[in-house]
């Protein structure tokens, strides 16, 4: 081997590892500046077939603080939040009676107006059953807060699809 070559592998070596870029584990607050009173979650389905089911997740808040709350993390799932009326509300979609329309044939062009299947928004985070994730920003900076053990509220059937939390 000559000298350039034996200096070359070395330094090919090197601007690999320079150059692979490690992510940093997420931290999260401790506090937060608004005060959560009582979270919950509450699943829910429609009364008519392919109306939808989900889960909702409801954190009381008094005041925001300055604070805008931006997504809820919870059961593998990522959704934007809203604030209204003193609780910040997340809906999130579950499998069970979404309308199906799909089209079976052995003629490849009736098959072709089929909808993939919606890839959703994946959350980071793996978490227990019964917690979540707000995000949150606050002077331009994102935060992220875990909420323990919400509680589980009871069942609510809706006699057709369930209000918009809008």
């Known amino acids: 081997?000559?000298?350039?070559?034996?200096?070359?592998?070395?330094?090919?070596?090197?601007?690999?590892?320079?150059?692979?870029?490690?992510?940093?584990?997420?931290?999260?607050?401790?506090?937060?500046?608004?005060?959560?009173?009582?979270?919950?979650?509450?699943?829910?389905?429609?009364?008519?077939q392919g109306g939808g089911s989900g889960v909702d997740v409801f954190l009381p808040v008094k005041d925001l603080n300055n604070i805008t709350p931006d997504s809820l993390h919870f059961r593998g799932q990522r959704v934007k939040v809203i604030y209204k009326d003193q609780y910040i509300?997340?809906?999130?979609?579950?499998?069970?009676?979404?309308?199906?329309?799909?089209?079976?044939?052995?003629?490849p062009l009736a098959e072709a107006?089929?909808?993939l299947l919606p890839l959703g928004d994946n959350s980071p985070f793996d978490l227990p059953k019964n917690t979540c994730v707000l995000s949150y920003r606050l002077n331009n900076k994102r935060y992220y807060y875990k909420i323990l053990d919400l509680t589980k509220s009871n069942f609510t059937p809706y006699p057709s699809s369930p209000p918009p939390t809008h």
Do not use: H
């Open 113 to 115: 107006n089929n909808k």
């Open 1 to 48: 081997m000559n000298f350039k070559t034996t200096y070359k592998i070395p330094l090919l070596c090197l601007s690999f590892l320079m150059g692979c870029k490690t992510t940093k584990p997420t931290l999260f607050d401790s506090k937060i500046p608004i005060s959560i009173e009582a979270p919950y979650f509450q699943s829910w389905v429609a009364g008519i």
């Open 89 to 107: 509300t997340a809906r999130f979609q579950t499998p069970d009676n979404q309308l199906e329309k799909v089209i079976l044939s052995n003629e």
